[in-house]
């Protein structure tokens, strides 16, 4: 039977939380938002969580999901999300709360404490009632007997008339001694677990898009191939451990394996004969193609060719063209009504 992951669409555009202002990185931490991002927008990012008790295990691995600064681009751009400054979030959400909804909070965290040592108590007290359960079931008369013959150093011979039973009879609860809901009742007024809440919706608001920060500042020549590869509806993921920028998928990776080692570049920039070389061999010695691009050069007023100017293009408004649908993915179209072109290269090694 499959697994329907059909969920309810995200509130847009919904947060994106900006951890840094010295090193930018990027955190969604709703599961729904990333469920959807994944299925409709073929968006993965890491995730990056890991639990208190096992701080270094990075196999299974929970929330948040770190996207990569050209995701959070994308998505900004396109209206479906928007940055929030996580610090200054806090600090203002925080010194907004009343009184009143600060100790209603506190009187929450209290009361999921006190629940989560009720239950950790009540399991202590059942798994001791078992145990207790199999000695009584344990000790046989012959067992008690043989134990009393070691003591005493005679033998005891049962009367005529007396059946030895196999199952002794149920030892009664001494008068005084309390019971599992006794205990419990003592053991949560006692003392109630501190818990460490693990979002912060609520008792802060939920920030609003007013509050959105300008656009992640990302490198032009590896957005450029980043969009590019995206409007082809390729996934990707970061890939410093292959040594390029992207990874680059034909669907989701829990299906496919990656088919390119991606690296963006401008279109003048030399390339060294030997990063050829390395990256060819590398991207065939682990069945992938070694892929570079960029942005196209055109020809300006002068006739002459210039390579495009991704960066200062991208500081304009972006616009919608009426045929851009019709148009290849590959042309892009900037808010001063230029084209420009992303332009890919696929290498790979012969020799081996």
Same mark, same amino acid.
């Given at each position: 039977?499959?697994?329907?992951?059909?969920?309810?669409?995200?509130?847009?555009?919904?947060?994106?939380? !900006?951890?840094?202002?010295?090193?930018?990185?990027?955190?969604?931490?709703?599961?729904?938002? +990333?469920?959807?991002?994944?299925?409709?927008?073929?968006?993965?990012?890491?995730?990056?969580?890991?639990l208190?008790?096992?701080?270094?295990?990075?196999?299974f691995?929970? $929330?948040?999901l770190? $996207?990569?600064?050209?995701?959070?681009?994308?998505?900004?751009?396109?209206?479906?999300?928007?940055t929030?400054?996580?610090?200054?979030?806090?600090q203002?959400?925080?010194?907004?709360?009343?009184?009143?909804?600060?100790?209603?909070?506190?009187?929450?965290?209290?009361?999921?404490?006190?629940?989560?040592?009720?239950?950790?108590?009540?399991?202590?007290?059942?798994?001791?009632? !078992?145990?207790?359960? !199999?000695?009584?079931?344990?000790?046989?008369?012959?067992?008690?007997? !043989?134990?009393?013959?070691?003591?005493?150093?005679?033998?005891?011979?049962?009367?005529?008339?007396?059946?030895?039973?196999?199952? #002794? #009879?149920? %030892?009664?609860?001494?008068?005084?001694?309390?019971?599992?809901?006794?205990?419990?009742?003592y053991?949560?007024?006692?003392? *109630?677990?501190?818990?460490?809440? *693990? %979002? *912060?919706?609520?008792?802060? #608001?939920?920030?609003?898009?007013? %509050?959105?920060?300008?656009? #992640?500042n990302?490198?032009?020549?590896?957005?450029a191939?980043?969009?590019?590869?995206?409007?082809?509806h390729?996934?990707?993921?970061?890939?410093?451990?292959?040594g390029?920028?992207?990874?680059?998928?034909?669907?989701?990776?829990?299906?496919?394996?990656?088919?390119?080692?991606?690296?963006?570049?401008?279109?003048?920039?030399?390339?060294?004969?030997?990063?050829?070389?390395?990256?060819?061999?590398?991207? %065939?010695?682990?069945?992938?193609?070694?892929?570079?691009?960029?942005?196209? *050069?055109?020809?300006?007023d002068?006739?002459?060719?210039?390579?495009?100017?991704?960066?200062?293009?991208?500081?304009?408004?972006?616009?919608?063209?009426?045929?851009?649908d019709?148009?290849?993915?590959?042309?892009?179209?900037?808010?001063?009504?230029?084209?420009?072109?992303?332009?890919?290269?696929? +290498?790979?090694?012969?020799g081996?």
């Amino acid at each position: 039977m499959a697994v329907s992951v059909d969920g309810p669409s995200p509130v847009l555009p919904f947060p994106i939380f !900006r951890i840094s202002s010295a090193v930018e990185r990027y955190f969604l931490y709703d599961n729904n938002v +990333i469920t959807w991002l994944r299925k409709t927008h073929h968006i993965l990012g890491v995730l990056i969580g890991t639990l208190p008790q096992i701080p270094q295990q990075n196999v299974f691995l929970g $929330l948040p999901l770190e $996207l990569m600064p050209e995701e959070a681009r994308l998505l900004c751009e396109k209206g479906l999300a928007h940055t929030v400054d996580d610090l200054e979030w806090h600090q203002l959400g925080t010194y907004s709360l009343t009184s009143d909804e600060r100790n209603a909070f506190m009187r929450d965290i209290a009361r999921e404490g006190g629940e989560a040592a009720k239950a950790a108590e009540r399991k202590k007290l059942e798994s001791t009632e !078992r145990a207790m359960r !199999r000695l009584r079931l344990g000790s046989t008369p012959d067992r008690d007997s !043989r134990s009393s013959n070691i003591d005493n150093n005679k033998d005891s011979v049962p009367n005529e008339g007396e059946t030895e039973t196999l199952f #002794p #009879p149920a %030892t009664p609860r001494r008068a005084g001694s309390p019971s599992i809901s006794e205990s419990l009742e003592y053991s949560y007024s006692k003392k *109630a677990w501190s818990i460490t809440p *693990a %979002t *912060a919706l609520p008792p802060l #608001p939920t920030p609003s898009s007013s %509050t959105g920060r300008p656009l #992640p500042n990302v490198k032009a020549s590896s957005y450029a191939l980043f969009k590019h590869l995206h409007a082809h509806h390729y996934n990707m993921s970061p890939g410093l451990r292959f040594g390029c920028q992207f990874l680059v998928y034909p669907g989701d990776p829990l299906r496919f394996h990656s088919h390119f080692l991606a690296i963006g570049m401008d279109w003048d920039e030399e390339i060294d004969l030997l990063d050829l070389i390395g990256g060819g061999r590398l991207g %065939t010695g682990v069945k992938k193609g070694w892929l570079i691009g960029g942005v196209e *050069a055109r020809m300006d007023d002068q006739n002459n060719y210039a390579a495009d100017s991704v960066a200062k293009e991208m500081s304009h408004d972006r616009t919608t063209s009426p045929n851009r649908d019709a148009m290849d993915g590959a042309a892009e179209y900037w808010g001063n009504g230029s084209v420009s072109r992303v332009r890919t290269f696929c +290498i790979e090694w012969g020799g081996m």
